[in-house]
């Protein structure tokens, strides 16, 4: 890589990021039940119906997956908690094994010089709230600031930072609405009730880690950049729409403690009567900003349907193995927006981004010189964007490890270190490589 640790602050911080169902085998360890499992045992909605049941058995290899971290020179980790490994049912008894777990997990960053940096929900939501209708029910909030009270208690004192959720707009939108996460309704009512209840959720769980005297409190959001298709005034109106729905629906919940017109045009009728009066718990003060970003959408209207009226445009840039377009600028642009319009000089990090790829082994090594020019690609715009006044703190690169893509199965490579999933063996691939030469001198 051109760019090693010298292009950026003296305190930034490199990092990279995993998930715990991703990773860690949520088989293991007497976890309980989540709507992943049962998303995935049903037919036509994971590639080959895979789970995350093994996955790559982090949850035992944790040491030397650690281990590779710290010898490509990241001073950071970031990963999560799997609320059904702590609370099989998702209220009630503790699972003694998962909060222990956590533990020596936390103990074994630690004991490598990597700072803890925690997302209490990534995804994994226990059957057994979802059986109570999930995030369209109201009372998630307060289930969700129990659970993050017993897991911060144990762990609260040694976090680097916590975020409540990883990426609300999956959480909502892309599950409730467009139905392709678990629990894959297609449903507006339920999404808006998602949208909101996502952020009741992150609010409720600040309140209860600030009343553990935690700081190093953040949210973690995905960011698309939405480009009109064409120049009519259709498509911009559409392409606003989109970014309304995706990026300044939480954004403006969390930092301005308002939802966008834009939006709510569409939303209001089937938000939860009294959504005003939880604003201000939604939008208490915050230590830090995450933003997750990989492409942009091309976006044009779509006057034959209902609300929101969109149509999604095939676009002409270079793709990745998920079919989304590269556009490296676009993380310089959400980086110098978000400063300007909702966190002024609150720190930011950029908490994922990284490219997915078909690699394979050969004669012992995988190389991805793809990935290391999809990572130069967007470091240089995150250092651009801090010559032009982001305060961006640090960059967290997804992912450490080849690992469960959601409802793509196993076959979307996103990691630095390939792994076999049937040997589980892991091989640090070009781009590892690439990273530590970047930021160490050992690995120059
Ligand atoms: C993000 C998710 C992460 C992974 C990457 C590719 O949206 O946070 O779990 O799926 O995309």
């Known amino acids: 890589m051109k760019l090693t640790r010298k292009d950026f602050p003296e305190d930034f911080i490199f990092g990279t990021a995993t998930s715990s169902y ?5 088989a293991f360890g007497s976890a309980g039940r989540t709507h992943w499992d049962d998303y995935a ?35 950071a980790y970031r990963f999560s908690i799997s609320w059904a490994r702590v609370l099989p049912d998702g209220r009630g008894a503790v699972n003694a094994e998962g909060l222990d777990y956590y533990d020596r997990l936390t103990d074994a960053m630690l004991e490598r010089g990597l700072a803890p940096y925690a997302t209490l929900y990534h995804w994994e939501l226990p059957s057994a ?7 369209r029910n109201g009372d998630i909030g307060d289930w969700f600031a129990d659970y993050t009270e017993i897991v911060m208690t144990r762990l609260g ?3 680097a930072t916590v975020a409540p959720i990883n990426e609300p707009w999956c959480v909502a939108w892309l599950s409730h609405f467009m139905g392709l996460q678990a629990p894959g309704i297609r449903d507006i009512r339920a999404a808006a009730r998602a949208m909101h209840h996502v952020l009741l959720a992150h609010g409720r769980a600040t309140q209860v880690m600030r009343g553990l005297g935690m700081d190093g409190l953040g949210g973690v959001f995905n960011l698309e950049w939405s480009n009109p298709a064409d120049d009519s005034e259709a498509s911009r109106l559409a392409a606003a729409r989109y970014d309304g729905i995706y990026n300044r629906w939480f954004m403006g919940g969390v930092f301005k403690g308002e939802y966008p017109a834009i939006v709510l045009e569409g939303l209001e009728p089937h938000l939860p009567s009294g959504w005003q009066d939880d604003m201000a718990l939604i939008s208490q003060p915050l230590d830090w900003c995450g933003i997750n970003y990989y492409t942009r959408k091309n976006i044009a209207a779509d006057p034959r349907a209902p609300w929101p009226s969109l149509a999604d445009v095939p676009g002409v840039l270079p793709k990745t193995y998920m079919d989304w377009e590269i556009y490296p600028e676009g993380l310089h642009d959400f980086l110098i927006r978000t400063a300007r319009e909702y966190t002024g000089d609150l720190p930011l990090y950029v908490t994922e981004n990284g490219m997915a790829a078909h690699d394979d082994i050969m004669a012992g090594e995988c190389r991805d010189p793809h990935r290391i020019d999809y990572y130069e690609k967007h470091l240089s715009q995150v250092a651009r964007a801090i010559a032009g006044g982001a305060p961006v703190k640090g960059y967290f690169a997804w992912s450490l490890l080849d690992n469960y893509e959601w409802s793509f199965g196993y076959d979307k490579r ?31």
């Open 157 to 159: 004192d040694r976090m």
């Open 41 to 75: 045992a049903t037919p036509g909605n994971v590639s080959r119906a895979e789970d995350g049941g093994r996955a790559c058995d982090h949850y035992h290899r944790y040491p030397e997956d650690l281990d590779l971290v710290a010898a490509a020179g990241f001073d």
């Open 414 to 444: 996103f990691g630095l270190v390939h792994v076999d999933f049937d040997t589980l063996a892991r091989t640090p691939k070009g781009s590892y490589h690439a990273m530590k030469a970047a930021l160490t001198e050992a690995g120059r």
């Open 129 to 135: 709230l979802a059986d109570l209708g999930g995030w």
């Open 22 to 26: 991703q990773i860690e085998g949520h």
